[in-house]
């Protein structure tokens, strides 16, 4: 579904990607950990090109992306992100974020988006916050809503970009919930995460990130558990602790 | 302390000018009415030429920010001057532009208009671009990834909230504006301190100036406090997400 080859970006002097290969597969789940500055973020950003790749080729369901044959949002029609920041229009309420890009960039009568809207909305267990505005959200219900807002453009691929790490504790199972949903639905998920709980029980396959490059892949149970590298362990050391 | 009082608040005076100075004031009224309101669609649009985005359309934003500089940098007044004193020879123009009378109002009125909207769309460009500018960017990084492209990112997303940021000093430009009717006056409009300094002159008084004062004052303090609270209204709804 989502291929990349030999992707490179850099940022001034900085290197944050050096050559990657990635091969996402329809329905796979793809946990993708790793230290902060890895360029995990910036993997993400490349796939729905929110940032140009320098080198390096992406493939989504065969077509080619990178090279100028096609523009952002016929990537972005087509693949949907969540963002860590949640990143609502705080002027709408609810139902009104979902609807709104149905409406403007796939053309649906109002009436047709906020059905489908409720039903998102419903989906993800905030049927009575259709018309509350963000601001009278907490941030799992935010995060659920932006959520649900990805998935009313009906993406082939959806990907997760840290989406529970502004989150209060106690907040983040409902999203890690609404998120498992999606895996056992068949969503192909590619999820930038610390929440190796979830990287575990629901991750196809995980990668390991550090500094450009994928040090690690391969089912959870092998690179959580039993990692080959000195790298991952050192990592997993680190964020197991607590 | 009389001498004062009878200087600039004579109740005889005022009573017996009322009729002369409210029609005077519409004049002003109208003069700021209409100016802001073209100076808000023309700011607006030179805003978003100056933020186009890409290669193709330097040019354009570099004209953008000349004329921004250019009317920002120059007096108002000397933009009425500019208009009123070669307009009627500009003889490319069709006439109705060169000696405009839309809605039975005179070829200066309109002259006027046109100085307001062209200096006061430079300022309010500026007051957009910053409240643009001033809207997070994972909110266009959210409508872009949700597949809108520019101009709908920036129809449904940016530009409502940044219309919304920018209310107070729109405010203080639309005072500004208001007063800056003044000025017409030169080219022969007959606004509130035009007729106000015609009574003094004949009543060696200054209470019809006080009135236009009074009246002044009484538009722009009301304002001043509804936008106060739409502006706090706004400012909870823009505290999460």
Known sequence: MVRLEGLSKRFGELEVLRG???????????????????????????????????????????EEITGGKHKQDYVCRRVGMVFQQFNLFPHKTALENVSLAPRKVLGRSRGEAEEKGRALLHRVGLADKI?????????????????????????RAMLFDEVTSALDPE???????????????????????????????????VVFMDDGVIVEAGPPADVLEHPREERTSRFLGLVLEH | MDVF????????????????????????????????????????VLALIRLAPGRPAAPARALAIAYIDVMRGIPLLLVVLLISGSFPFLDFLPQWLRAPSFFGKLDIFWYGILALTLTYGAYFAEVYRAGIEAV?????????????????????????????????PMLNDFIALMKDTSLIQVIGVVEVVRQGREIQAETFNSSALTLAAIL???????????????????QIRFQRG
């Open chain 2, 136 to 168: 997070p960017r994972g909110q266009t990084e959210a409508s872009r990834s949700l597949g809108m492209n520019h101009r709908t990112n920036l129809r449904y997303v940016v530009v409502p909230q940044a219309v919304r940021k920018v209310i107070p």
């Open chain 2, 216 to 234: 002044f004052i009484l538009v722009t303090i009301p304002l001043a406090r509804i936008v106060d609270r739409q502006i706090a209204r706004q």
């Open chain 1, 20 to 62: 990657l290969d990635l091969d996402v597969r329809r329905g796979e789940v793809v946990c993708v950990i790793g230290p902060s500055g890895s360029g995990k973020s910036t993997l993400l950003r490349c796939v729905n090109l929110l940032e140009p790749a320098e080198e390096g080729r992406i493939f989504l369901e065969g």
């Open chain 1, 171 to 205: 907040l983040v199972k409902e999203v890690l919930d609404a998120m498992r949903e999606l895996a056992d639905e068949g969503m192909t998920m590619l999820v930038v995460t610390h929440e190796m709980g979830f990287a575990r029980d629901v991750a196809d396959r």
């Open chain 1, 131 to 155: 018309d509350e505005y963000p601001d009278r959200l907490s941030g799992g219900q935010q995060q659920r809503v932006a959520i649900a807002r990805a998935l009313a453009m009906e993406p």
């Open chain 2, 5 to 44: 009082i009878d200087q600039y608040f004579d109740l005889t005076i005022m009573r017996e000018n009322l009729g002369l100075i409210l029609d005077a004031f519409w004049e002003t009224i109208q003069l700021a009415v209409i100016g802001a309101a073209l100076a808000l669609v023309w700011g607006l």
